[in-house]
């Protein structure tokens, strides 16, 4: 029988290349998003099948799920990859910013694990592969609530695996570095508030290089190979690098301040 996989966040980048491989692998897939009516084309590939689904509003998760189960009979595997950031000064964002950051990076990918994992606790077997980022290991200028909540992804997942190892679930977490997506237009947010200026030089600085590091970065295909290295290898392995090179290796290895310095002079060049 073919495996099931459930993806969030699919209309674009790394979710729609991660439905797209997966299908060509034959599993079967679960494509959902806000707007399904604007993923024209993955509707057209066979085993495709999208579905609304909002990670920051609970019924809404909860009927595509069912509804996934009553079109495949199954599911095997769920990417928890709906996210966005929001980039810029902390003093800049308003309230509404940082709590929709949080909803949507933490709360949301809680929710959507929450409403599946009675599932296959039943079933005793099942994969989460939540998307965190290089930035829940490290940190970067200007991305300090983006950060915040994939460092949280990080912990969260992290400490979930103790719990449901028990009924052989298994918990992967990926951790992109660079990649070329739309995160650097659709999915990413400025702060802002009129009237402060302080910052101004600093952004001027640094959002160009920033959005460089992703302009050449290999696209999300790097990533969906990932995904689905980390649910087919049978290991107990729980985080897997992506386009990470060498750098998580100098955070370990390099006193603070001598990695600050590293990042400070590649992006405030």
Request: glycine share 8%; hydrophobic share 40%.
């Amino acid at each position: 029988m073919d495996k099931v996989i459930l993806i969030t966040g699919a209309s674009s980048g790394i979710g729609k290349e991660t439905a797209k491989l997966f299908q060509t692998k034959s599993w079967r897939v679960a494509a959902t998003m806000r707007t399904p009516e604007k993923a024209e084309d993955l509707q057209k590939i066979a085993d495709i099948e999208t579905f609304r689904l909002d990670v920051t509003d609970i019924d809404s998760i909860k009927k595509p799920i069912a509804d996934v189960l009553a079109k495949f009979g199954r599911i095997d595997a769920v990417v928890n990859n709906a996210g966005y950031g929001l980039v810029g000064a902390f003093e800049a964002a308003t309230p509404e910013q940082i709590e929709r950051q949080y909803q949507t990076n933490v709360f949301g990918l809680m929710n959507v694990t929450r409403e599946i994992l009675p599932y296959f606790r039943a079933e005793k077997r099942g994969i989460i592969a939540n998307i965190a980022s290089i930035g829940g290991r490290m940190t970067f200028p200007l991305y300090s609530l983006y950060n915040s909540t994939k460092w949280a992804v990080e912990g969260f997942s992290e400490g979930l695996q103790y719990e449901v190892e028990q009924f052989n679930i298994r918990i992967k977490i990926i951790e992109p570095g660079p990649i070329k997506t739309d995160f650097y237009d659709r999915s990413e947010e400025l702060t802002r508030r009129e009237g402060l200026t302080a910052y101004d030089h600093f952004i001027d600085k640094a959002l160009p290089n920033m959005k460089k590091a992703g302009e050449t970065a290999p696209d999300g295909r790097v990533v969906a190979e990932t995904i689905y290295e980390a649910l087919t290898d049978g290991s107990k392995k729980l985080r897997y690098g992506v386009n990470t090179k060498n750098i998580l290796l100098a955070r370990k290895l390099l006193p603070d301040w001598a990695f600050f310095r590293v990042i400070k002079g590649a992006i405030l060049k």
